[in-house]
């Protein structure tokens, strides 16, 4: 039937429906919202379909459209409010929208089938009406009076709140104090895309003439123009800084792409078009990014706009390292920068090049470049983008500065929006704790910012740093959102980087041939850039698995590649967290020589810098390669400092248990092995539990079987997963079979691994046989 329910369909359906109550036919009838017809009085069965749920959006949206990005993602769910038709037509509509449309500040381009359904109840309405609704879905924040005033001016007289009673009464809007409300987001879609250019732009110039409000009126002003006008572009950028101040990022982008269409001058359109891409790298849009760079280039640039687009492909690639002359060719550009009196630039640049520095070591004199270049710029330097530059460039040496730097900039402003800086700083040389602190911080803000690409990174790094610190369930929730988000916002890097964490997470505990794939298939299609940190990284997950499965002198190897300052896998920071470990191995599998040739290495390598790990890896080596009687004290001297990081902690107590076992001193041996099992246990590290319950047996205690957690409970989409999962079916094919993306159903897996305590697809039958 159509829409509005015409009253001769209306009465014969309900004509039909009354009679066939008594019989075992069964008539449904579909009929939406805000439509008055004999249907309502017939005193019929009434089901109230509701919107969709949040999660049940994401797996329509997920199936109809996957490759969209992650900003658009956002938008289009925030649109469709759960309607399934909207959530299926919005996509299509995108794919055919022009950039414009998509970055408008509110509203999106919609299909004809829905701007056909959104907008045929309006079309009902008298013609003033209509044009009174128009105003309201032009204006972000549409007032009463606002909406009256402008109205009046299209009207040519005067009007009274009688115009908006139709549109009340038909429930197309609400007035809640001063503001109008449309019933959904579409509506106000709809009406934009069902008028005329000459209503828009009609409809747009008298709201700029009535608001006072700048930014909103700045984009009804630019909005009423045809061809290029410097004045409202002007007042449009003005608009856009103000949005950014605010963390309204996506806006700011919005604006200052519509101030470039409007801008006559070549050189100041060039100059907005790369402010716009700046902040499309941001909201990590790739895509948005190139686009802009390449409208750029097309047009007159100057020497400094021409230093600012070095930098932003920079960035948008990366950070892509290569040798030392591109190090020294940024660090150039920046000097010229910051002699042309432009900080801000030369910061950015320096930052690229420090980001090289960071990927892969290009030498000792390219490093110092980029640090003698920052520490010119530094001022008092507390600014977060100058401590970050150094700890990236000279993370070793710089270490103790910079760590106290970020604590008194960090407490000097808590609600900064550069947070994420600091955090990075502290990270990057090795204070963990503080990083993390920051890190914390600085995620809420960047989520309410939009900005999806800083957010990727800043999700890496912290998994990373509650690796080092075994913080390890936190650490797998942040490596698979970082995951996700960077391959959504094409940062190829950071995707990797991700992955080996998340397989070092699954290697300890215990699923090695899992993790094995997932560290080997990171950085394959990396290979060719050859940057130092994947393979550091990779080094020190292989080192970890290979650990966690007795396998000590092949973990040595993997480990000792990180500290050869020759070889591929050599990185400053990376190396700092094998420090743990890389003696421990040599010890456990006989090679003492190679033992005390690491000791050696660290101890050179503490007296550079603090980090946590590098000084807690030289207490725990000290007293594993001593001799009694100093290694008791040793051993003491390694449980009582600070910090005690759990899963490190966890092992040397475990090792001074095996070395007071091996003394003869059985019953003092116990109560360390004891901890360190039930420590490993809490962990959810059963490999590690184990072989501390082997130490304990050794002893003669007999260890009771580790507790099972109880099961958490599944949804009924996870079980049926699972299920599927456990009958060895791919994610492909349970994707293809219930209507799902294949990372929907990763991402139920990783949730059902955990709830069912098991940590490999290997296991699901057996864990949900026992849930029978």
Not at 159 to 178: H, K, Q, Y
Not at 259 to 271: E, G, I
Not at 349 to 361: F, H, K, N, Y
Not at 615 to 633: F, K, N, S, T
């Amino acid at each position: 039937m159509t829409p509005s329910g015409s009253t001769p369909t209306a009465s014969v359906l309900t004509f039909i429906a009354r009679r066939l109550e008594s019989t075992r036919t069964l008539v449904v009838i579909g009929l939406r919202e805000g439509f008055d017809t004999p249907l309502r009085s017939a005193h019929l069965q009434e089901i109230d379909v509701g919107p969709l749920n949040e999660t049940a959006s994401l797996q329509l949206l997920d199936q109809v459209a996957p490759e969209l990005e992650a900003q658009m993602r956002r938008r289009v769910l925030d649109e469709a409010v759960g309607n399934p038709l909207a959530l299926v037509e919005l996509p299509r509509a995108l794919k055919q929208a022009s950039d414009s449309q998509k970055t408008a500040p509110h509203g999106m381009p919609l299909t004809d089938r829905l701007e056909r359904t959104f907008s045929g109840q309006a079309s009902t309405l008298p013609n003033e009406t209509q044009s009174a609704l128009l105003l309201v879905a032009l204006d972000v924040e549409p007032s009463v009076t606002d909406v009256l005033s402008a109205a009046r001016l299209l009207a040519g007289k005067e009007l009274s709140m009688d115009v908006l009673e139709p549109a009340l009464d038909s429930g197309l809007i609400t007035i809640s104090g001063a503001r109008i409300r449309f019933r959904h987001p579409l509506i106000r879609s709809a009406l934009d895309q069902a008028a005329t250019p000459g209503q828009r732009r009609a409809a747009h110039l008298a709201l700029s003439e009535v608001i006072a409000e700048p930014d909103r009126r700045a984009w009804h002003r630019a909005r009423s123009v045809l061809g290029a006008d410097e004045g409202a572009a002007a007042d449009l950028e003005a608009a856009a800084s103000r949005a950014q101040d605010r963390g309204a990022t996506t806006t700011a982008l919005g604006a200052l792409e519509l101030a470039a269409s409007l801008t006559p001058d070549s050189t100041v359109r060039a100059r907005r078009l790369l402010a716009a891409a700046e902040l499309a790298f941001q909201l990590g849009e790739p895509s948005a990014v190139g686009r802009l760079l390449d409208a750029a280039a097309r047009l007159e640039l100057t020497p400094h706009d021409i230093a600012r687009m070095t930098w932003l492909r920079e960035i948008f690639h990366d950070g892509t390292p290569g040798d030392p002359a591109a190090v020294a060719k940024l660090v150039a550009v920046a000097r010229d920068a910051s002699a042309d009196g432009d900080r801000n630039l030369a910061l950015k640049l320096l930052q690229g090049a420090a980001l090289r520095c960071w990927w892969a070591d290009p030498g000792g004199a390219a490093r110092a470049l980029v640090f003698e270049a920052v520490d010119q710029l530094a001022g008092d330097g507390l600014d977060p983008r100058i401590l970050e530059i150094a700890s990236l460039a000279a993370p070793v040496d710089s270490a103790a500065v910079i760590s106290a730097k970020v604590l008194q900039a960090a407490g000097r402003d808590t609600e900064s929006s550069d947070t994420h800086l600091l955090a990075f700083a502290a990270y990057a040389v090795g204070d963990l704790s503080q990083s993390i602190e920051l890190m914390d911080r600085a995620a809420p803000m960047l989520r309410a910012q939009g900005r999806l690409g800083l957010l990727a990174q800043l999700l890496v790094v912290r998994a990373w740093a509650g690796i080092n610190v075994g913080q390890f369930d936190e650490a797998l929730r942040e490596a698979e959102e970082g995951n996700r988000l960077a391959n959504e916002t094409g940062q190829p890097i950071w995707t990797a980087m991700s992955q080996i964490g998340r397989g070092i997470l699954v290697g300890l505990r215990g699923d090695e041939h899992l993790a094995e794939r997932l560290i080997t298939t990171a950085g394959e299609p990396l290979m060719a850039l050859r940057l130092s940190v994947l393979h550091a990284q990779a080094e020190f997950a292989h080192g970890i698995v290979a650990m966690t499965a007795g396998r000590n002198s092949d973990a040595f190897d993997h480990f000792a590649r990180m500290f050869d300052r020759d070889g591929s896998a050599y990185h400053q920071l990376v190396a700092h967290a094998a420090a743990p470990y890389v003696v421990e191995c040599a010890v456990r599998s006989g090679r003492i020589a190679e033992a005390r040739r690491l000791l050696a290495e660290l101890e050179s390598l503490s007296k550079r810098t603090p980090a946590p790990l590098v000084q807690m890896g030289l207490r725990y080596a000290r007293a594993l390669v001593a001799e009694e009687p100093d290694a008791r004290r040793l051993y003491e001297i390694a449980l009582t400092a600070e910090p005690k990081w759990p899963f490190d902690h966890a092992r040397v107590q475990m090792s001074y248990g095996s070395w007071l076992r091996r003394q003869r001193r059985i019953i003092e041996s116990r109560p360390w092995l004891r901890e360190a099992r039930e420590a490993f246990e809490s962990l959810g590290l059963q490999p590690w539990a184990d072989m501390a319950r082997g130490e304990l047996r050794a002893s003669g205690e007999r260890a009771p079987e580790p507790n099972k957690k109880p099961h958490q409970a599944l949804s009924p989409q996870e079980l049926q997963i699972a299920q599927m999962a456990a009958e060895g079916l791919s994610n492909r094919e349970i994707a293809d079979r219930l209507f799902l993306s294949h990372r929907t159903v990763g991402a139920h897996l990783y949730r059902v691994y955990p709830k069912l305590g098991i940590v490999s697809r290997s296991e699901l039958a057996q864990a949900l046989a026992a849930m029978e």
